[in-house]
Protein backbone atom coordinates (compact mmCIF):
# COMPACT_ATOMS: atom_id res chain seq x y z
CA UNK A 1 0.00 0.00 0.00
CA UNK A 2 1.06 3.46 -0.86
CA UNK A 3 1.97 5.83 1.44
CA UNK A 4 -0.05 8.84 1.63
CA UNK A 5 1.99 12.05 1.42
CA UNK A 6 0.82 15.44 2.19
CA UNK A 7 2.18 19.18 0.01
CA UNK A 8 3.50 21.26 2.52
CA UNK A 9 5.38 24.94 2.62
CA UNK A 10 8.19 26.37 4.24
CA UNK A 11 10.06 29.51 3.80
CA UNK A 12 13.85 29.12 4.65
CA UNK A 13 17.00 30.87 4.96
CA UNK A 14 18.59 30.56 1.94
CA UNK A 15 21.93 29.05 3.67
CA UNK A 16 19.73 25.59 4.08
CA UNK A 17 20.47 25.05 0.32
CA UNK A 18 24.16 24.41 1.18
CA UNK A 19 22.98 22.27 4.01
CA UNK A 20 20.06 20.00 2.02
CA UNK A 21 22.84 19.51 -1.05
CA UNK A 22 25.87 18.51 1.83
CA UNK A 23 23.69 16.36 4.22
CA UNK A 24 20.43 15.41 1.95
CA UNK A 25 18.36 17.01 4.37
CA UNK A 26 17.64 20.45 6.46
CA UNK A 27 17.45 19.95 10.50
CA UNK A 28 16.31 22.77 12.52
CA UNK A 29 18.95 24.28 15.48
CA UNK A 30 17.68 25.24 18.81
CA UNK A 31 20.38 28.78 17.78
CA UNK A 32 18.04 29.38 15.01
CA UNK A 33 15.24 30.21 16.92
CA UNK A 34 16.83 32.01 19.44
CA UNK A 35 18.77 34.07 16.11
CA UNK A 36 14.97 34.58 14.77
CA UNK A 37 13.91 36.15 17.63
CA UNK A 38 16.87 37.89 18.65
CA UNK A 39 16.79 40.05 21.80
CA UNK A 40 13.27 38.66 22.62
CA UNK A 41 14.14 34.90 22.13
CA UNK A 42 14.60 34.20 26.09
CA UNK A 43 10.82 34.83 26.24
CA UNK A 44 9.92 32.32 23.68
CA UNK A 45 12.53 30.03 24.55
CA UNK A 46 10.23 28.30 27.05
CA UNK A 47 7.42 27.93 24.73
CA UNK A 48 9.55 27.17 21.49
CA UNK A 49 11.31 23.62 24.14
CA UNK A 50 7.94 23.15 25.28
CA UNK A 51 6.40 22.22 22.04
CA UNK A 52 9.11 20.40 20.66
CA UNK A 53 9.17 17.79 23.71
CA UNK A 54 5.24 17.38 23.18
CA UNK A 55 5.18 17.32 19.71
CA UNK A 56 7.99 14.37 20.12
CA UNK A 57 5.32 12.44 21.24
CA UNK A 58 3.16 13.01 18.53
CA UNK A 59 5.92 12.16 15.84
CA UNK A 60 9.40 10.36 17.09
CA UNK A 61 12.18 12.98 16.73
CA UNK A 62 15.39 12.01 15.70
CA UNK A 63 18.08 12.67 18.32
CA UNK A 64 20.11 15.35 16.23
CA UNK A 65 16.97 17.65 15.97
CA UNK A 66 16.69 20.05 18.32
CA UNK A 67 13.59 22.32 17.04
CA UNK A 68 10.69 21.37 14.66
CA UNK A 69 10.49 23.36 11.09
CA UNK A 70 7.23 25.41 10.46
CA UNK A 71 5.63 24.81 7.23
CA UNK A 72 2.36 26.23 5.90
CA UNK A 73 -0.53 23.12 4.37
CA UNK A 74 -1.33 25.87 2.13
CA UNK A 75 0.66 27.80 -0.96
CA UNK A 76 -2.56 30.58 -0.05
CA UNK A 77 -0.95 30.65 3.48
CA UNK A 78 2.82 30.73 3.07
CA UNK A 79 5.20 33.37 3.72
CA UNK A 80 6.34 34.01 0.20
CA UNK A 81 10.15 34.29 -0.70
CA UNK A 82 12.17 37.58 0.01
CA UNK A 83 15.40 38.33 0.12
CA UNK A 84 18.01 36.03 1.52
CA UNK A 85 15.30 33.16 1.35
CA UNK A 86 13.82 30.43 -0.41
CA UNK A 87 10.13 28.58 -0.07
CA UNK A 88 10.08 24.47 -0.03
CA UNK A 89 7.65 23.03 -1.49
CA UNK A 90 7.55 19.51 -0.31
CA UNK A 91 5.35 16.42 -0.25
CA UNK A 92 5.63 14.63 2.85
CA UNK A 93 4.74 11.48 4.48
CA UNK A 94 1.34 12.09 6.70
CA UNK A 95 2.91 10.20 9.52
CA UNK A 96 5.55 12.64 9.71
CA UNK A 97 3.24 15.64 10.26
CA UNK A 98 2.37 17.29 13.44
CA UNK A 99 -0.56 19.66 12.82
CA UNK A 100 -1.47 22.12 15.28
CA UNK A 101 -3.62 25.26 15.44
CA UNK A 102 -1.66 28.47 14.89
CA UNK A 103 -4.12 30.29 16.56
CA UNK A 104 -3.93 28.42 20.08
CA UNK A 105 -0.36 28.22 19.49
CA UNK A 106 -0.43 32.17 20.33
CA UNK A 107 -1.54 31.42 23.67
CA UNK A 108 1.74 28.93 24.33
CA UNK A 109 3.48 31.67 23.23
CA UNK A 110 2.41 33.83 25.24
CA UNK A 111 2.98 31.47 28.44
CA UNK A 112 -1.26 31.96 29.11
CA UNK A 113 -4.07 29.70 29.63
CA UNK A 114 -5.87 28.47 26.62
CA UNK A 115 -8.95 26.95 27.23
CA UNK A 116 -10.95 24.52 25.97
CA UNK A 117 -14.08 26.69 25.13
CA UNK A 118 -15.97 30.43 25.86
CA UNK A 119 -17.72 28.66 28.61
CA UNK A 120 -14.33 27.50 29.84
CA UNK A 121 -12.61 30.71 29.23
CA UNK A 122 -15.26 32.53 31.43
CA UNK A 123 -14.75 29.71 34.39
CA UNK A 124 -11.01 30.38 34.34
CA UNK A 125 -11.45 34.52 34.35
CA UNK A 126 -13.50 34.17 37.29
CA UNK A 127 -10.86 31.69 38.77
CA UNK A 128 -8.46 34.46 38.87
CA UNK A 129 -10.66 37.06 40.30
CA UNK A 130 -11.25 34.33 43.24
CA UNK A 131 -7.68 33.83 43.69
CA UNK A 132 -7.09 37.79 43.68
CA UNK A 133 -5.57 37.75 40.14
CA UNK A 134 -5.99 41.04 37.92
CA UNK A 135 -4.81 38.91 34.70
CA UNK A 136 -3.23 35.75 33.41
CA UNK A 137 0.16 37.00 31.86
CA UNK A 138 2.04 36.86 34.90
CA UNK A 139 2.40 33.62 36.08
CA UNK A 140 5.79 32.86 34.53
CA UNK A 141 7.11 36.91 34.87
CA UNK A 142 6.14 39.97 36.45
CA UNK A 143 4.24 39.78 39.64
CA UNK A 144 2.76 36.25 40.15
CA UNK A 145 5.81 34.36 39.58
CA UNK A 146 6.78 31.77 42.39
CA UNK A 147 3.70 32.64 43.88
CA UNK A 148 1.55 30.26 42.28
CA UNK A 149 3.15 27.17 40.93
CA UNK A 150 -0.35 24.97 40.91
CA UNK A 151 -1.91 27.77 38.27
CA UNK A 152 1.79 27.55 36.03
CA UNK A 153 1.04 23.53 35.76
CA UNK A 154 -3.08 24.11 35.00
CA UNK A 155 -1.76 26.48 32.08
CA UNK A 156 1.15 24.08 31.16
CA UNK A 157 -1.17 21.42 31.16
CA UNK A 158 -4.00 23.69 28.93
CA UNK A 159 -1.42 23.86 26.26
CA UNK A 160 -2.13 20.28 25.26
CA UNK A 161 -5.13 22.08 23.48
CA UNK A 162 -2.95 23.49 20.73
CA UNK A 163 -3.10 20.14 18.88
CA UNK A 164 -6.62 20.15 18.94
CA UNK A 165 -7.79 21.69 16.31
CA UNK A 166 -11.18 22.37 15.94
CA UNK A 167 -11.76 24.71 12.86
CA UNK A 168 -9.64 23.18 10.11
CA UNK A 169 -8.44 25.96 7.78
CA UNK A 170 -5.67 27.12 5.97
CA UNK A 171 -5.36 30.10 8.23
CA UNK A 172 -5.14 28.33 11.67
CA UNK A 173 -3.52 24.58 10.94
CA UNK A 174 0.23 24.68 10.40
CA UNK A 175 2.04 21.15 9.84
CA UNK A 176 5.43 20.72 11.89
CA UNK A 177 8.04 18.18 10.70
CA UNK A 178 11.12 17.35 12.52
CA UNK A 179 13.07 17.86 9.33
CA UNK A 180 13.31 18.46 5.65
CA UNK A 181 14.69 15.39 3.47
CA UNK A 182 15.93 16.11 -0.27
CA UNK A 183 13.58 13.26 -1.60
CA UNK A 184 10.57 15.59 0.04
CA UNK A 185 11.39 18.79 -1.98
CA UNK A 186 9.36 19.34 -5.33
CA UNK A 187 10.43 23.00 -6.09
CA UNK A 188 12.41 25.49 -4.47
CA UNK A 189 10.86 28.82 -4.70
CA UNK A 190 13.28 31.68 -4.71
CA UNK A 191 12.28 35.52 -4.59
CA UNK A 192 10.05 36.84 -7.28
CA UNK A 193 8.78 33.37 -8.30
CA UNK A 194 5.06 32.41 -7.63
CA UNK A 195 4.74 29.69 -4.77
CA UNK A 196 2.10 28.11 -6.41
Same mark, same amino acid.
Given at each position: ?????? =??????? #???? @?? !? %?????? /?????????????????????????????????????????????????? =??????? #???? @?? !? %?????? /????????????????????????????????????????????????????????????????????????????????????????????????????
Amino acid at each position: MEQKTV =NLYTRQN #DKTL @YQ !L %ERNGRI /INERIYVELHFGDIAPLFMESYDWFTREAAKKVAKPEDVKAPIWCSISPD =NCLKPIP #DTVV @YV !L %EVPQDQ /IIYFDDVKWDYVLNRIYLPKDDEDAAAYKRHLKEIGVENGFEFFEGRYKGMFPEEVERIRASWKRVFEIDNWTIFNVCGNIWEIKKEWVKRIVRPGESVD
